[in-house]
């Protein structure tokens, strides 16, 4: 059965009310049944502004007037908007943005819901940056920052038959699967251990999922649960989050082969690092962070200009 909602009636609940800040939504995506596109209602008063000042990395946000005259911030300063106008806030620095009320909005997002890929958020007047599950550092509390590079897209096949590789003849220094088979949406990776080798050091990612499946050899799995020797035809997920905590180790006296495959990695990542109780930001193109765990900022309000309690 059909659902629908009146974005300029329906009823919004007060999400927070802190300083110079306040906002009361609506989520539509849930009511309605979306499952890609994020769409909530926000609705802010007069003489408060809706959120703090920031942007997304991989995240597209669409902002629609219901009513009112919200006052546009965007990095091209301040305007007002009358009901009706729709603006592109495109993911980056360029499209920067929050707003003063009076006004009610539908605000988009594409991408950050459904599929799961991670994003960041900056937030410019404080200084701060955060990626799912939400945690947030002082962007001067890295312990260093690089220069990440590109993601590189991969062409697609040439006609004829469909790209096919025998994994238990093909060396291991041969050029990525991804390469070989013209993947394009996802990354597969072969990988050869040797005694006492293993994979990237233990950890786990926000907004990418893993399966192993593994060739050959007895490799150990370090997982949450604790350590596990594996066999060839052995397959496991490694989910994002907690759960999903792995690395593999060749304890045996021979090789080890595996294929790990790994959803898309052109957007933004965050990876924890359990045993140096670190945490990576990573966005292609642009910057590179690691963070002390323990650093994360307690506050979601922490550094926000105007949003000392009242």
Request: with cysteine.
């Amino acid at each position: 059965m059909l659902t629908k909602l009146n974005v300029a009636q329906c009823n919004t609940q007060l999400l927070w009310e802190r300083g110079k800040f306040q906002a009361a939504t609506h989520d539509l995506t849930a009511a309605l049944g979306g499952c890609v596109i994020g769409a909530s209602v926000w609705e802010t008063k007069a003489g408060y502004t809706q959120g703090p000042y920031h942007f997304h990395d991989g995240v597209e946000e669409w902002m629609y007037v219901v009513s009112g005259e919200p006052v546009l911030r965007d990095p091209s300063g301040e305007r007002r908007l009358e009901p009706g106008t729709l603006v592109a806030f495109q993911s980056g620095p360029d499209g920067a943005h929050t707003f003063d009320g009076p006004g009610r909005v539908v605000m988009f997002s594409v991408g950050a819901r459904g599929w799961g890929e991670a994003f960041t958020s900056v937030y410019l007047d404080a200084d701060k940056v955060g990626g799912k599950p939400g945690v947030q550092f002082l962007r001067a509390a890295a312990l260093e920052t690089w220069a990440e590079p590109a993601v590189v897209a991969v062409p697609p096949a040439p006609a004829g038959p469909c790209p096919q590789l025998d994994l238990r003849s093909l060396p291991a220094d041969s050029p990525p699967l991804a390469e070989r088979l013209h993947a394009q949406t996802w990354t597969p990776t072969l990988y050869e251990l040797g005694p006492t080798e293993a994979t990237a050091s233990y950890h786990f990612d926000w907004c990418r999922e893993h399966w192993a499946l593994v060739l050959g050899g007895t490799p150990t799995l370090r997982h949450l649960g604790g350590q596990e020797v594996m066999a060839a035809g052995d397959i496991v997920c490694f989910p994002e989050g907690e759960a999903g905590a792995h690395q593999f180790l060749n304890h045996a006296e021979g090789p080890a082969r595996l294929l790990v495959c790994s959803t898309p990695v052109h957007g933004p990542s965050a990876t924890v690092y359990p045993d140096d109780d670190t945490y990576v930001l990573r966005v292609p193109g642009q910057t590179g962070y690691r963070f002390r765990l323990t650093d994360q900022l307690p506050d979601y309000w922490d550094g926000e200009p105007g949003a000392a309690s009242t």
